[in-house]
């Protein structure tokens, strides 16, 4: 793998915002960390071609704001801010890939990665700070974790999975965005949340059932084998 000048730029500007936000905004939670994240990903990030791949990954950075916001209930606010840039990304990563025809297996493996790294950054802290419950945490956990599972194994067994984006998917992470952004909104303003959170608690569960099964659906398709070695 090589890198492109194209990785290397959007790798250093990514690394430049995410150090400003570290200096600048003073978050709550130790700076080390920050930053070795904020630099793991932009050496990873390197090597991902394609420009629309590298929107993608600006939600991979995220994950350590949000994280960190989800950690302080006084942060709640900031929190909705990033989901909504995140939101923003998911929508002008699939413009650009569809302008440009650069749709790719890489691409359609990044997405779910990057989000599900990102959202179950915030279900794991907003859980720890009794924002939401613990259960809806695991959902959300779950709506990535155990697709990324099933591809691990069909890998295994040599075969390869279909990587691209589903409908459903995309809804899910949508309403996922939505609703917790919207909790995160309604307890920064002071204002009774319980009607989201039950909403989040009722649509969330549903969507990524629906998820699992359409995801269960689009396997059942012949897959071709991986080419040894």
Known sequence: MRTAWTSFIFSLVYLGLGL??????????????YFAWFLAVAVAGMFVPGIANQVTLARAYMAAPALAYSLAPGHLGQLAVVLAVAGLTDLVDGTIARRFGSYSTLGGGLDPVVDGVLLGAVAVGLAASGVIPLWLAVVIVLRYLLPAIGGLVLIS????????HTVSGQISTALIIVLIGGICLF?????????????????LPIATVATFVHLGWVARKPVPALEPG
Do not use: K
């Not at 400003?20 to 960390?33: E, I, M, R, S, Y």
């Not at 067994?157 to 691209?164: A, F, W």
């Open 20 to 33: 400003a936000w570290v200096l600048g905004a003073n978050p709550p939670g130790a700076a080390d960390v």
């Open 157 to 164: 067994l040599h075969r390869r999975p279909e990587l691209r």
């Open 187 to 203: 307890r920064f303003f002071n204002q009774d949340a319980s009607n989201v959170v039950i909403g989040a608690e009722i649509v």
